[in-house]
């Protein structure tokens, strides 16, 4: 549940050891970490599950996390490989309102 990270930690890592090289439990993990205030875990998941199976969620999870360093250039590209990977009006509307802030902000 991502509202938690440390109720939801234990099934993410869990569905780790199962399956290390899944590429949605790495973006769930990841995005678990970042929640956790464990920026770099969650930053080297993310790019572990981008590798693995690009997704327009991995990439903005991504895009939050650089932005959140301050880092606008990055996390600007990452949220162009989410938009050219997303297929909802959710995700595209998620992405929008993240760069409007990076670019309100930057």
């Known amino acids: 549940h991502y509202s938690d990270p440390g109720q939801a930690r234990p099934y993410a890592e869990r569905v780790l050891q199962l399956s290390p090289r899944d590429a949605s439990a790495l973006d769930l993990a990841g995005w678990i970490d970042f929640k956790s205030g464990k920026t770099a875990r969650a930053e080297d998941r993310l790019k572990q599950s981008i590798r693995r199976a690009p997704s327009a969620q991995a990439h903005l999870h ?28 959710d995700m595209r509307a998620r992405i929008k309102t993240l760069r409007d802030d990076l670019e309100a902000t930057g």
């Open 62 to 89: 991504l895009a939050r996390i650089l932005a959140d360093q301050g880092r606008v250039g990055p996390a600007l590209d990452q949220l162009r490989q989410a938009e050219a990977l997303s297929s909802s009006d």
